[in-house]
């Protein structure tokens, strides 16, 4: 089966601008280094990491919202690492983005009528407005909205709701994949849960595929199907859920891990913590070794001279570790 999504050797560089002096300088920084990684149709894949190791830069270079300086991505078997123009709208159809922040991430001067179907108005979907009211209208009931909620303004739902009304918009075009950036970390906990169900609810019904960017491991580990580890722009661990949680075999993937609490205070007492130290890597100074190696307490002279690559230690389980756990 084709994957629906494939990922090989995927690099993407900023360019920064340092002022100090006469006349400003321009830089390469790199916020991903050669990641790779498939999503299968119907499947979910977790993108974990601190802040700043660059799970937004993969999701937005992906979308083909950023343009890359290396690898390929494959949408369906095509190569659209390049697409542009009419292409690049047509594929922006199939792959579409349901975003942090569900307060700015809609207009508030726009009915939630509109803001679902303004997709279906851009990409020609509709062939009257009839025709548009009647979907949006199918599109809101599916997420769990009221029937009156097309005519009323953002400012009137919650939080929760709104996130609704995201996903909503992103199921207007009927994509292959979709990319959740971090798509319950601004709602209160007690609709977490409700949201990520909806997902899978929805993931069932259609067939999509998503790829999950997010930080709270605990949302992670109830959704996804298979989980990847990001750490300085680089890709430290991929495997199935269970296998990650279970059995981590990064340093890294352990101390992410070790850093969860658990709802057992004496439990969480006895708990083996492995968080590293508090300095991050800098970007702006690659260095020939491994990413994690200034962090890592099981780093050796190997680690700091040479990026050991993603390889598999199991079925379906990859590690970039020279010393795996």
Known sequence: MTPTLAVEDLSVDYTVTDRG??????????ALRRIGF???????????GESGSGKTTAGRAILRRVE???????????????ASGPALRRLRAEMQLILQDPFTSLNPRMRIADIVGEPLLVHRRAASRAEMRDRVAALLEKVGL???SGARFPHAFSGGQLQRVGIARALALRPGLVVADE?????????????????????RQEGLSYLFIAHDLAVVRHISHRVAILYGGCMMEIAGRDAIYDNPRHPYTEALLSAVPVPDPPAQRLRRRSAPPAAAPDMAQPNAGCVYAARCPRATGHCRAEAPPLAEIAPGHRVACWHPL
């Not at 002096?21 to 390469?28: E, Y």
């Not at 498939?38 to 974990?48: F, H, R």
């Not at 290396?70 to 095509?78: A, K, Q, S, V």
């Not at 798509?183 to 997902?199: F, G, H, I, T």
């Open 146 to 148: 009221p029937a009156d």
């Open 38 to 48: 498939e999503i299968e149709p119907g499947e979910t894949l977790g993108l974990v």
């Open 21 to 30: 002096g006469l006349w400003p300088r321009r830089r390469q920084v790199p």
């Open 183 to 203: 798509p319950v970390s601004a709602l209160d906990v007690s609709v977490r849960a409700q949201v990520v169900n909806l997902m899978q609810d929805i993931q």
């Open 68 to 82: 890359t300086s290396g690898g390929r991505i494959l949408f369906r078997g095509t190569d659209i690492t390049h």
